[in-house]
T-cell receptor, first 114, second 114 residues
Framework: AQSVTQLDSQVPVFEEAPVELRCNYSSSVSVYLFWYVQYPNQGLQLLLKYLSGSTLVKGINGFEAEFNKSQTSFHLRKPSVHISDTAEYFC????????????FGKGTKLTVNP | NAGVTQTPKFRVLKTGQSMTLLCAQDMNHEYMYWYRQDPGMGLRLIHYSVGEGTTAKGEVPDGYNVSRLKKQNFLLGLESAAPSQTSVYFCATGRLPRGDQPQHFGDGTRLSIL
């Protein structure tokens, strides 16, 4: 079975600083990878996804993530964060070849301070 | 998220009471899911449905029942609520039974059981 580990439960940063949210996965078969964002009191929204091809994936709001198969990682990055990026971020995986289920990490709470 | 609507948004119950959470979607998606979100635990799958009239257990199904009598609705029932079921419940939908399709989430139901 696949699993997802988000290495940091909380990440505080100052506005305009760069940020990296780390995600590692474990699976015996190839996977698809997703990052979702949850703003306070809202549901989850898709930020970006890796299906195949280029290992650098760009998403909404200036975020990008890089798939590293050898390190089984899918870290999320943004070069300059804004106060409005304060939210919880979830990494998720699903199995290639047909799977109706996502497995989520436990989330990383990003707090951007002025 | 206009596509997935959860009712109610908030509810307080006493231990032993029953209630039903409703998820309605207008996206014509085949797959529907119920998750619970607890601090530091990420999202855990309770039950899901691969189509009208079908349901299946997820990771944490005990104490919950579900029904999918119509394609657009997915109901989550608590027959005898317990304090351990205090959580935020999210409904999600998926278009196809393929791992590359993202899920679409409602805004959640915040449930407190006293």
């Amino acid at each position: 079975a696949q699993s997802v580990t988000q290495l940091d439960s909380q990440v505080p940063v100052f506005e305009e600083a760069p940020v990296e949210l780390r995600c590692n996965y474990s699976s015996s078969v190839s996977v698809y990878l997703f990052w979702y964002v949850q703003y306070p009191n809202q549901g989850l929204q898709l930020l970006l996804k890796y299906l195949s091809g280029s290992t650098l994936v760009k998403g909404i709001n200036g975020f990008e993530a890089e798939f590293n198969k050898s390190q089984t990682s899918f870290h999320l990055r943004k070069p300059s964060v804004h106060i409005s990026d304060t939210a919880e971020y979830f990494c998720a995986v699903s199995l290639q070849g047909g799977s109706e289920k996502l497995v989520f990490g436990k989330g990383t709470k990003l707090t951007v301070n002025p | 998220n206009a596509g997935v609507t959860q009712t109610p948004k908030f509810r307080v119950l006493k231990t032993g009471q029953s209630m039903t959470l409703l998820c309605a979607q207008d996206m014509n998606h085949e797959y529907m899911y119920w998750y619970r979100q607890d601090p530091g635990m990420g999202l855990r799958l309770i039950h899901y449905s691969v189509g009208e009239g079908t349901t299946a257990k997820g990771e944490v199904p005990d104490g919950y029942n579900v029904s999918r009598l119509k394609k657009q609705n997915f109901l989550l029932g608590l027959e005898s609520a317990a304090p351990s079921q205090t959580s935020v419940y999210f409904c999600a939908t998926g278009r196809l039974p393929r791992g590359d399709q993202p899920q679409h989430f409602g805004d959640g139901t915040r449930l407190s059981i006293l």
